[in-house]
């Protein structure tokens, strides 16, 4: 065996099959410590970098799992290798036995899914100056005359007033429709100037179809404005992070 072992999640109990390729194209094996069995492969590099690759790579071996029949799981952060299992038992099934089954209890029969947001900030713009005449002539005099600075900063903030409103009413509109739905929800910061609305989601693992109906819904409301992006199904990454990188 490897002196050192990337790990990936852990499971309430041991899995009697799971077929899984992880890291390097290593295969992802099982280990139980003290009730809970943790998937991992052996390292083939001291560190391993955040990239795209690796990043997905992390997640396929926990969605694997969940496909395969082992839905309640906690993932571990990216990055976290060991070079034996005695640490793994002294510095987190003992201390915190109690905290993983209470995640575990929690997570038993639901699954996270996200939303994300992105409108075109030029189209949202031109929409607002044609449905509000006041600040459409306000800002046709920064065309049209020699303004003072004073003026200037005033219908400039007038105008991001404006598209703060637009965004928040579609934020609050999401809200309105989704939150309900689920057990629970995390918004996370916006990833890119286009994404307004970054949402993760716990649900019942059945209700997904009603979900994802409801986003689809809300799609249609909006009339292409908005582009949407949404993930039925991921490990609860935002309910359930255990631990920390070394």
Same mark, same amino acid.
């Given at each position: 065996?490897?002196?050192?072992?990337?790990?990936?999640?852990?499971?309430?109990?041991?899995?009697?099959? /799971?077929?899984?390729? $992880?890291?390097?194209?290593?295969? @992802? *094996?099982?280990?139980?410590? $003290?009730?809970?069995?943790? /998937?991992?492969?052996?390292?083939?590099?001291?560190?391993?970098?955040?990239?795209?690759?690796?990043?997905?790579?992390?997640?396929?071996?926990?969605?694997?799992?969940?496909?395969?029949?082992?839905?309640? &799981? /906690?993932? #571990?952060?990216?990055?976290?290798?060991?070079?034996?299992?005695?640490? @793994?038992?002294?510095?987190?099934?003992?201390?915190? !036995?109690?905290? &993983?089954?209470? #995640?575990?209890?929690?997570?038993? $029969?639901?699954?996270?899914?996200?939303?994300? &947001?992105?409108? +075109?900030?030029? *189209?949202? #713009?031109?929409?607002?100056?044609?449905?509000? +005449?006041?600040?459409?002539?306000?800002? +046709?005099?920064?065309?049209?005359?020699?303004?003072?600075?004073?003026?200037?900063?005033?219908?400039?903030?007038?105008?991001?007033?404006?598209?703060? *409103? %637009?965004?928040?009413? @579609?934020?609050?509109?999401?809200?309105?429709?989704?939150?309900?739905?689920?057990?629970?929800? @995390?918004?996370?910061?916006?990833?890119?100037? !286009?994404?307004?609305?970054?949402?993760?989601?716990?649900?019942?693992?059945?209700?997904?179809?009603?979900?994802?109906? !409801?986003?689809?819904? /809300?799609?249609?409301?909006?009339?292409? %404005? #908005?582009?949407?992006?949404?993930?039925?199904?991921?490990?609860?990454?935002?309910? !359930?992070?255990?631990?920390?990188?070394?």
């Amino acid at each position: 065996m490897s002196s050192n072992l990337y790990l990936y999640g852990i499971l309430p109990a041991a899995p009697q099959a /799971l077929t899984s390729e $992880g890291l390097d194209q290593q295969p @992802v *094996q099982t280990q139980e410590i $003290g009730g809970f069995t943790f /998937l991992y492969s052996e390292a083939q590099q001291e560190r391993y970098l955040a990239s795209r690759r690796n990043l997905l790579g992390h997640e396929r071996v926990l969605e694997q799992a969940m496909e395969q029949g082992y839905r309640t &799981l /906690l993932p #571990l952060q990216f990055g976290m290798t060991i070079s034996d299992w005695t640490n @793994v038992e002294q510095q987190l099934i003992l201390p915190r !036995a109690e905290k &993983l089954k209470q #995640l575990f209890t929690k997570l038993e $029969g639901r699954r996270e899914v996200s939303v994300k &947001l992105f409108w +075109d900030a030029e *189209q949202e #713009l031109a929409l607002l100056m044609q449905e509000n +005449d006041s600040l459409r002539a306000s800002r +046709d005099q920064l065309a049209g005359k020699s303004l003072g600075m004073d003026q200037v900063v005033q219908i400039g903030q007038a105008i991001e007033r404006g598209m703060q *409103q %637009r965004k928040q009413q @579609v934020i609050e509109t999401f809200r309105a429709a989704l939150n309900s739905l689920a057990v629970e929800q @995390v918004e996370n910061d916006p990833l890119s100037e !286009a994404m307004i609305y970054n949402a993760a989601y716990l649900i019942n693992w059945e209700s997904e179809p009603q979900f994802g109906q !409801a986003v689809e819904a /809300l799609d249609q409301q909006f009339e292409g %404005r #908005l582009r949407i992006r949404y993930n039925s199904f991921t490990a609860p990454f935002n309910f !359930a992070q255990m631990g920390e990188a070394e």
